[in-house]
DNA sequence: ATCTGTTTCAAACATACGTTTAACTCAAAT
DNA sequence: ATTTGAGTTAAACGTATGTTTGAAACAGAT
């Protein structure tokens, strides 16, 4: 079909472009060229270039936490406390992250470069519309945090998870570069995976910290 | 002097602006509005808007890595060893961090996020910029932090210093960001200097944690 | 074959941007 | 008093951007 055909390829083109030079850096036409549609198909399409980058993130995040929310359903009944471990909980995160979109990796490290640009872009509009429109999801993961950290202060446990979140995001959607200073500073390289085996027990001491 | 007195109330506004809409968002003549300054003057005293940003981040960068060095050459007086705890090696990065223009905490936030874009863009010029500037300083701390971590093997300690730095990283850049929404769901905010408070911990068990 | 609604397209539009220019100001040196 | 040169200014320049337009192409139903 002519329609979803050209929607999915300016979304794939906008989410590459967006993680690379950001999304004011980003212009329309660079997207619709490389999408190899016409640049008027955006505004169509879309409305206006705030509404796609709204849309690039919607095409990531649902099927994230529809992903979660399945693995929470199964949880539950295993586990009917609905207590985690904090160690469970960063496996649960490291898979599902790991299995949307086919354990696509690029795709990671662009939806973790979108995450952080989220955070301080866009004067907030941005933020705004991911927590309405994910609301109960985050809620929902909210719960799953708070009773794998059952010793923290609510304000400790919002800025652990922060500063957990910070880690990831700038690990992942550095993970090409990081790894290439790497291989520069130590003739050594890790694989992806070695460095999210390393990052697991990073977070979970950080989060378990004395105060 | 009317000439120092132009550029610093350029740097200035660039300054506050670029945190906080960042850099592509906020344009020259909104900097030389609030400036109180005519447009073509950053042209003029600067060259172009990407000198701009260079000159705005060497301004914070510069003192900042004196100010490490001279604590750096005092303690290496009272410990000849050389051998700081982690803890101690936060507290020193908190406190040149905190002492840098007199505890202004806006200056901080520009910088990380400076930081997190050198990381970024691979072939940004900041990231080039930044590394023949300061190739030197970054060294001396590579060595701080290797001496505060003796049990690490090189690889885990090289992915266990950006793990911190990414949360740092993103916890500072986005701070008022975070504060907002901390308020907005708890109706309570932390000062600043209590989510510093909190993170040094997450970090130092970071770096401690078991493998 | 014709109609109908949707999608694509090249072109134009209005605006905002970084940069450049040339005239002007004014204090310090000659 | 005149010259000099750095600093400032308003205006203009060229370009890139997001958006809109109206016609063309297309697909599916009648």
């Given at each position: 079909?002519?329609?979803?055909?050209?929607?999915?390829?300016?979304?794939?083109?906008?989410?590459?472009?967006?993680?690379?030079?950001?999304?004011?850096?980003?212009?329309?036409?660079?997207?619709?060229?490389?999408?190899?549609?016409?640049?008027?198909?955006?505004?169509?399409?879309?409305?206006?270039?705030?509404?796609?980058?709204?849309?690039?993130?919607?095409?990531?995040?649902?099927?994230?936490?529809?992903?979660?929310?399945?693995?929470?359903?199964?949880?539950?009944?295993?586990?009917?406390?609905?207590?985690?471990?904090?160690?469970?909980?960063?496996?649960?995160?490291?898979?599902?992250?790991?299995?949307?979109?086919?354990?696509d990796r690029r795709r990671?490290a662009?939806?973790?470069?979108?995450?952080?640009?989220?955070?301080?872009?866009?004067?907030?509009?941005?933020?705004?519309?991911?927590?309405?429109?994910?609301?109960?999801?985050?809620?929902?993961?909210?719960?799953?945090?708070?009773?794998?950290?059952?010793?923290?202060?609510?304000?400790?446990?919002?800025?652990?998870?922060?500063?957990?979140?910070?880690?990831?995001?700038?690990?992942?959607?550095?993970?090409?570069?990081?790894?290439?200073?790497?291989?520069?500073?130590?003739?050594?390289?890790?694989?992806?995976?070695?460095?999210?085996?390393?990052?697991?027990?990073?977070?979970?001491?950080?989060?378990?910290?004395?105060?």
């Amino acid at each position: 079909m002519a329609h979803s055909d050209t929607v999915t390829r300016i979304l794939d083109a906008a989410e590459e472009l967006f993680a690379e030079h950001g999304f004011s850096e980003t212009s329309l036409r660079s997207i619709t060229t490389q999408a190899g549609v016409n640049l008027a198909a955006v505004n169509y399409h879309f409305g206006s270039k705030k509404a796609l980058i709204q849309a690039v993130f919607s095409r990531y995040l649902s099927p994230f936490y529809k992903m979660i929310a399945g693995s929470l359903d199964h949880y539950e009944k295993i586990k009917p406390d609905g207590v985690l471990s904090i160690e469970e909980m960063l496996g649960y995160f490291v898979r599902a992250i790991a299995g949307v979109s086919g354990g696509d990796r690029r795709r990671l490290a662009i939806f973790m470069r979108l995450l952080g640009l989220a955070y301080n872009q866009g004067q907030g509009h941005l933020r705004k519309y991911l927590q309405n429109e994910y609301k109960t999801d985050y809620e929902r993961l909210m719960v799953l945090f708070t009773n794998a950290t059952p010793d923290l202060k609510p304000e400790e446990r919002f800025w652990r998870f922060h500063f957990m979140l910070g880690s990831a995001a700038f690990t992942l959607s550095n993970m090409e570069h990081l790894r290439a200073i790497q291989k520069d500073e130590f003739n050594e390289q890790c694989t992806e995976e070695d460095v999210l085996e390393l990052l697991q027990p990073f977070l979970a001491a950080g989060i378990r910290a004395a105060k």
